[in-house]
């Protein structure tokens, strides 16, 4: 050993003296230099120091290739002794670049020391490379050394501080960017750690636990870091450390900070939660840090509130409120995932058959918790990865793999009756099954599944339905003849024609049936019993209806002065229109408006109206038979209902469907016609048969007695002015 290194190992000057008590994760210091004497010296004259009752550890290397390769396997090195000669001559200076360039390692500090300072200058040397300082062995004494080195690891110390908060407050900053995430709570609670540990120095070893307010026992680890990260969405005991789950419950219990010898855990009380987080730390904190740490679980107490509403938002989003199962929203997005990760699947759409039964019989608090029943049936019968979610009122989705869920399986699953209370209710469901069919997205699977559920109730063979292309294209066309049907009525393309209807005994013309057309473009019409239910499904029969009625009333104007004074106008009426407010008094004010006498008006019914609710019907015949209105059943018979209410209506006509007409020259049909017109006159009711063609039929009804008959024996239906024409032709007599 020479002079200079004797005067580095030996110098008389102040000293830190060491400590003998135990250390954890001690200060890393990397040795570089090509002769080994120096790393002995280096090692002799720093042995036994200590800072901040962590010991040094050496690490070494003999060449600028080797320091970079420890740096690269051992993160944690906090400085750097590095000699600037080696394998070249600027070997020292590379390797520096290369730290802070290519490692992109900007926290650890770097002492450069060279023997031959007059070969790289110091001044251009600290101008040009990130370095802490740039010294000559010579000029390094022992007290020199141990401040240059305490003054680096300090500043290692402060640099990594700022950089785990950083790191902690970019994880609080991206949770609160991403709260609509499924996980993002999770997130937070994981920065809120790493925030604590930034502020007390340590390394981000803790976990953060939550108590909700209303499960006092359910302790629930949200966040976690370090070797407890594998704990997180795990129950509090999952940590296997009575200590860990001792210390959370006190905090949790006594609502306060506990500051333990190897630990500190501090309470969080935001509205709605409990929280507690544990950090290690053998370290007691000074007062300053006890205000700083008090001022941060303030604001974390806030974040944890809103990250809670976030949730909270979320859950109302993305969860039916009832039944707890996802909703129709996150259904959707179920199928949207589905679509984007080439998944197969098969979509289920079922309802209630008859739900608003329940409803109307045991009252809506049985109904919703039939509802809740058959959607923990359905969670139960089709459990992960399926997914089953409530749609709308009584409508559930299933998302499941191919053959996950299949019309067996929704039979066999409603076999028996659910308990409801008191009440044992059968359950029957009709579902609608759809793979992807190509969809283009969720919403269009779900629509899919939909068009099937339609197909199923309309059929009602079978409770189930597969979705086919064919039925898209069948509702698309229904769609395309309604909004077709909507464009024509508002540019009044719509028109009245009418058939004659003419006394048998005199063949005199009695009245008139007004009959609804739509005609097309190429000439053609289309059928009443294709548009007239359209028009009621999408609720344009109203509008429909009230024009009918205004231009029956106008052409009976029209016609007036050459016609009977029994002369009727027939007007068909829907039960949309008997449902609305008021109907018999729109009637009248129709009737003032054009000045024609109610009794020249007669309203056919259907026996479908009558049974869709008898109570309505009979109410509002009453007061259109008030009025002067004359009342006729239309298809009279075809309903098989006919004797339980005719009784009960203020009825003044029965019309005999065309198809007991043609069925006349039957034994059976002959009975019916019959029976029909018998009761008729016992109930002192004129009669009217539909569908004429032929003398051998008008004779026959006729014989019977039957007063009137309309059919294309007498005239097709034709329009306003063809209708003039035929009344001027048809003189009353």
């Not at 990250?307 to 993305?318: G, I, M, P, S």
């Not at 039979?411 to 609608?432: A, C, K, N, Q, W």
Request: hydrophobic content about 45%; charged content about 25%.
């Amino acid at each position: 050993m020479n002079d200079t290194d004797e005067k580095l190992v030996f110098a008389q000057e102040h000293s830190v003296s060491a400590q003998s008590t135990q250390h954890k994760q001690p200060w890393i210091v990397l040795i570089v230099d090509d002769d080994d004497e120096i790393h002995s010296v280096t090692k002799l004259a720093l042995s036994g120091v200590t800072l901040d009752n962590k010991p040094l550890r050496f690490v070494h290397a003999y060449s600028a290739a080797e320091a970079l390769q420890c740096l690269q396997s051992t993160p944690d090195i906090a400085m750097v002794l590095l000699d600037v000669v080696m394998e070249t001559d600027d070997a020292g200076l590379r390797a520096a670049k290369a730290i802070r360039e290519d490692l992109e390692n900007d926290e650890v500090r770097i002492v450069l020391r060279t023997g031959q300072p007059g070969y790289a200058p110091e001044e251009r040397v600290i101008l040009q490379y990130d370095i802490n300082d740039y010294k000559t062995k010579t000029d390094l004494t022992r007290a020199k050394l141990l401040t240059t080195v305490i003054s680096s690891l300090r500043s290692y110390q402060q640099i990594r501080t700022i950089n785990e908060s950083r790191r902690g407050l970019e994880k609080i900053v991206n949770a609160a960017a991403n709260l609509m995430e499924r996980h993002s709570i999770y997130n937070f609670s994981e920065g809120v750690v790493t925030q604590l540990a930034s502020l007390l120095g340590l390394k981000p070893e803790g976990l953060l636990c939550v108590r909700q307010l209303d499960a006092q026992n359910d302790i629930l680890v949200l966040g976690a870091a370090g070797h407890f990260a594998k704990g997180i969405q795990q129950p509090l005991e999952s940590i296997e450390s009575p200590f860990i789950v001792n210390a959370v419950r006190r905090c949790l219990e006594r609502r306060e900070h506990l500051f333990l010898d190897d630990a500190s855990v501090f309470y969080i009380d935001a509205k709605g939660i409990q929280a507690a987080a544990f950090i290690e730390s053998s370290e007691q904190l000074s007062d300053v840090n006890q205000k700083l740490i008090q001022l941060f679980l303030a604001n974390i107490a806030i974040g944890f509130e809103n990250v809670k509403l976030f949730e909270d938002l979320r859950t109302a989003a993305y969860k039916d409120s009832l039944t707890g199962l996802a909703n129709r929203a996150e259904f959707i997005r179920q199928l949207d995932s589905a679509l984007v990760d080439g998944k197969d699947f098969v979509v289920a759409i079922t309802d209630i058959n008859h739900f608003s039964d329940v409803n109307d019989a045991l009252g809506q608090d049985v109904g919703n918790k039939l509802i809740q029943a058959v959607g923990n049936h359905l969670a139960v019968q089709f459990p992960p990865p399926s997914l089953v979610a409530r749609i709308s009122a009584d409508v559930f989705g299933i998302l499941s793999r191919p053959q996950g869920v299949t019309p067996d399986s929704m039979r066999d699953s409603f076999v028996e009756p659910f308990t409801v209370d008191e009440h044992r209710i059968p359950v029957l469901m009709t579902t609608g099954f759809s793979n992807k069919h190509q969809a283009l997205d969720g919403l269009d699977a779900l629509k899919q599944a939909y068009i099937a559920l339609k197909n199923a109730k309309n059929h009602r063979i079978e409770a189930n339905a597969f979705y086919h292309p064919s039925m898209q294209a069948e509702t698309e066309r229904r769609l395309d003849l309604v909004r077709n049907l909507r464009s024509d009525f508002l540019q009044r393309r719509l028109q009245l024609w009418f058939q004659p209807q003419i006394e048998l005994g005199t063949g005199r013309l009695v009245g008139v049936e007004a009959l609804l057309r739509w005609p097309q473009a190429d000439g053609s019409f289309i059928a009443p019993d294709i548009f007239i239910p359209l028009a009621e499904y999408s609720g344009l029969i109203l509008d429909i209806g009230h024009w009918v009625l205004e231009q029956a009333c106008q052409a009976m104007n029209e016609i007036a002065g050459d016609v009977c004074d029994d002369f009727r106008m027939a007007v068909n009426v829907s039960v949309p229109q008997f449902r609305q407010n008021n109907f018999a008094g729109e009637v009248a004010d129709v009737l003032a408006r054009h000045q024609v006498p109610a009794q020249r008006l007669e309203v056919e019914i259907t026996e479908s109206i009558v049974m869709d609710d008898p109570n309505l019907v009979a109410r509002v015949l009453q007061q259109l038979k008030a009025q002067g209105v004359r009342i006729a059943i239309d298809d009279f018979g075809v309903g098989f209902s006919s004797l339980s209410y005719v009784q009960r209506l203020p009825l003044d006509k029965l019309k005999i469907d065309r198809e007991f007409v043609r069925s006349a020259h039957t034994h059976s049909g002959a009975v019916i016609i019959e029976t029909i017109i018998n009761m008729g006159h016992r109930l002192g009711l004129q009669t009217l048969a539909e569908g004429i063609e032929t003398e051998a039929q008008a004779d026959y009804f006729r014989q019977l007695q039957v007063q009137q008959a309309q059919g294309y024996l007498y005239a097709k239906a034709m329009n306003l002015e063809a209708l003039k024409a035929y009344v001027a032709e048809n003189p009353c007599v």
